[in-house]
T-cell receptor, first 112, second 114 residues
Framework: DAGVIQSPRHEVTEMGQEVTLRCKPI?????LFWYRQTMMRGLELLIY????????DSGMPEDRFSAKMPNASFSTLKIQPSEPRDSAVYFC??????????FGEGSRLTVL | GDSVTQMEGPVTLSEEAFLTINCTYT??????LFWYVQYPGEGLQLLLK?????DKGSNKGFEATYRKETTSFHLEKGSVQVSDSAVYFC?????????????FGTGTQLKVEL
């Protein structure tokens, strides 16, 4: 299996623009997670899905953030409008029932 | 709620030195415990895990034992290499079927020098 695939790997945008990050989980995994990592706040869980259904979105910072999982092989995290404080590395991870998380290589977002 | 506490870094060691990174946890029930490693510019990778008390997880020379009496899961390696330089995260999660939501520690950076 190719592992968790994220795109884009790097994104530079200007404040106010819409940003869409994409994730393809490992086939057969029932859980999908979105994390954000910054030097100041470390690794934060934003939202996770089970069988394509959002289970816990309490980590989503505000209404500018939204996440969808239209099918078992694809998820998006959208920020609209983006702000400089959203600059971070965003990780997608998927997990089978046994509990181990498998992470993608991350999308590094810079908002100018 | 559940929480994980790791020793602060960075930890700087000479090659072939002994490594210990402390991790303690607070949780209800009987969680599974994990160590993840993050190399520069990469995502987190599972290093080892333990699912019940007294289990020892091991991988690539690293070991950690699930100690319920001290609520600890310290990471050890007998002889570190420069290639072990990375950030190490301790995490806890529910047993299988419990939702798979992991609680991560803040990470400990390890630097190994020649």
């Amino acid at each position: 299996d190719a592992g968790v695939i994220q795109s884009p790997r790097h994104e530079v945008t200007e404040m106010g623009q819409e940003v869409t990050l994409r994730c393809k989980p490992i086939s057969g995994h029932d859980y999908l997670f979105w994390y954000r990592q910054t030097m100041m706040r470390g690794l934060e869980l934003l939202i996770y899905f089970n069988n394509n259904v959002p289970i816990d979105d309490s980590g989503m910072p505000e209404d500018r953030f939204s996440a969808k999982m239209p099918n078992a092989s694809f998820s998006t995290l959208k920020i609209q409008p983006s702000e400089p404080r959203d600059s971070a590395v965003y990780f997608c991870a998927s997990s089978p029932e046994t509990g181990e998380l498998f992470f993608g290589e991350g999308s590094r977002l810079t908002v100018l | 709620g559940d929480s994980v506490t790791q020793m602060e870094g960075p930890v700087t060691l000479s090659e072939e030195a002994f490594l210990t990174i402390n991790c303690t946890y607070t949780a209800t029930g009987y969680p599974s415990l994990f160590w993840y490693v993050q190399y520069p510019g990469e995502g987190l990778q599972l290093l080892l895990k333990a699912t019940k008390a007294d289990d020892k997880g091991s991988n690539k020379g690293f070991e950690a034992t699930y100690r319920k009496e001290t609520t600890s899961f310290h990471l050890e390696k007998g002889s570190v290499q420069v290639s072990d330089s990375a950030v190490y995260f301790c995490a806890l999660g529910p047993r299988a079927g419990g939702g798979n939501k992991l609680t991560f520690g803040t990470g400990t950076q390890l630097k190994v020098e020649l």
